[in-house]
C-alpha cells in the first residue's frame, strides 16, 4: 500500500536539511533606473539546452516578484567567487532595498533592456517564459535571448548557512 497523503514534515525541518545541499549562488535582475529589484538565489538552473532556457525558484513574497511578474525580462548570472558582497546587497543584507542593491558592482544593460552583472562568470537575458506557482514559490522560466561569459571567475556557493567559493 501506498502513502502519498502521510503529513508534511515541519517547513523548519526541510529548511534545517536544506542547509546540507550545496547551492550555487545566482542572480535574478529585474527592471531599470530606480525602479530595479533584484534577488539573490539558489535554485537557478539549466532547464532545456534547445530551445535555451533556465528554471528559478522565486518566493512571491519577495519584493522583486511584482516587478517580475510585471516586466516578462529579467537578467540571470552565476555569481563568481569575489561577488559575496553582491550577493549580501541582493538578499537584502542590511535593509537594503531595490535599486540600491545595484551599487558597488559593474552593470551593462542589453539592447533587451537588461541589466547584467558586468564581470559574472556566466550571464543570460531572458524572457519569462512561464511563471508556475507552487506553495510559496513561483517556478519562473525564462527563454535565453543573450548569453555573455567571463571564464575563470570561479563560482560562489552557499552551504550550511555559509558562502564558499570555488576556484580553478
Ligand atoms: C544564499 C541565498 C539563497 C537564496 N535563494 C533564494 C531562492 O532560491 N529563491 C528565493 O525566492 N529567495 C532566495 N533567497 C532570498 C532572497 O535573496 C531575498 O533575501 C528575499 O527575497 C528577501 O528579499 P526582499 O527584501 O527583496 O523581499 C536566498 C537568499 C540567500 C542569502
Redesign the pocket.
Known amino acids: 500500500m501506498t502513502k502519498q497523503n502521510h503529513p508534511a514534515p515541519p517547513p523548519e525541518a526541510f529548511k534545517s536539511a536544506m542547509r546540507g545541499l550545496v ?1 550555487a ?1 545566482s542572480l535574478i535582475t529585474v527592471g531599470q533606473g530606480e525602479a530595479a ?1 533584484g ?5 537557478g538552473i539549466s532547464l532545456s539546452a534547445d530551445p535555451p532556457m533556465i528554471l ?4 512571491r ?4 516578484w511584482p516587478l517580475l511578474a510585471r516586466e516578462r525580462v529579467f537578467g540571470w548570472q552565476a555569481l563568481g567567487a569575489a561577488h559575496q558582497p553582491v ?1 549580501e546587497r ?3 543584507k542590511g535593509g537594503l ?1 531595490g535599486a540600491a542593491r545595484y551599487a558597488g558592482a559593474d552593470w551593462v544593460t542589453t539592447d533587451t533592456g537588461v541589466r547584467l552583472l558586468a564581470d559574472a562568470p556566466l550571464a543570460f537575458a531572458c524572457a519569462v517564459e512561464d511563471l508556475i506557482d507552487r506553495g510559496t ?1 513561483s517556478i519562473v522560466i525564462g527563454r535565453v535571448l543573450q548569453i555573455t561569459t567571463r571564464p575563470d571567475s570561479g563560482a560562489l556557493l ?1 552551504w550550511d548557512g555559509q558562502y564558499r567559493v570555488l576556484t580553478n
Open positions: 547551492g549562488c529589484n534577488l539573490v538565489v539558489t535554485t528559478a525558484c522565486v518566493n513574497a519577495s519584493s522583486c550577493a541582493f538578499s537584502g532595498q514559490h552557499y
